[in-house]
């Protein structure tokens, strides 16, 4: 039976303290892009960090004041929705989150873990929203540019004809600076 258990982790703590770790956790979250914690506080904070990047993608207001209410810090949702409104997260259908183990912590053996916000497009989603652009039409002298490609090549194929020496302006100032200790 289920008689008084709560859904989530509770993270070793009382309630009102899981509350605050994990809000205080994602507020990180997204003012850094990337936080060191140990793992299961990472699996923890993950569903919040989705649920708050679906919001902004929504963007209307009603989901702007439920992120306000979850995280308590207007200026931090009006970053996340601008990001999402610039399309950070617009071929993204969720997972939206990356954990990465990174060993064990010293002390209490905890094992640790990077969570990071994931900014890269979805490999099937790239081809997908790319738009097609029609095949330009060919010009009647398609040879010159050819030999225009050629010459090019040649260039970068050829050997630099001269090496200029190049000495850094800190080594220059510091064997001047030695000259001068030597001449005094």
Do not use: C
């Not at 990077?114 to 997908?128: D, F, M, P, Q, T």
């Not at 090549?153 to 020496?165: I, L, M, N, S």
């Amino acid at each position: 039976m289920r008689h008084n258990k709560k859904h989530g982790m509770k993270l070793g703590t009382d309630a009102s303290h899981t509350k605050a770790m994990r809000r205080s956790l994602v507020r990180a979250l997204f003012e850094n892009d990337r936080i060191k914690t140990n793992v299961q506080r990472a699996k923890a904070i993950r569903p919040d960090v989705d649920r708050i990047i679906t919001w902004a993608k929504k963007g209307d207001l009603h989901s702007r004041r439920l992120a306000i209410a979850q995280l308590a810090d207007a200026d931090l949702v009006g970053e996340v929705f601008d990001k999402a409104a610039q399309g950070m997260w617009a071929d993204r259908n969720g997972g939206y989150t990356r954990i990465m183990r990174i060993g064990y912590r010293k002390g209490d053996n905890a094992e640790m873990a990077i969570i990071e916000l994931v900014n890269e497009r979805v490999k099937g989603a790239a081809a997908a929203t790319e738009t097609v652009v029609a095949p330009v039409e060919e010009e009647s002298e398609p040879e010159a540019e050819v030999t225009e490609v050629e010459e090019v090549a040649e260039e970068a194929d050829a050997p630099a004809e001269e090496e200029t020496d190049f000495e850094e302006p800190e080594a220059e100032a510091a064997a001047e600076e030695s000259e001068e200790k030597d001449a005094e």
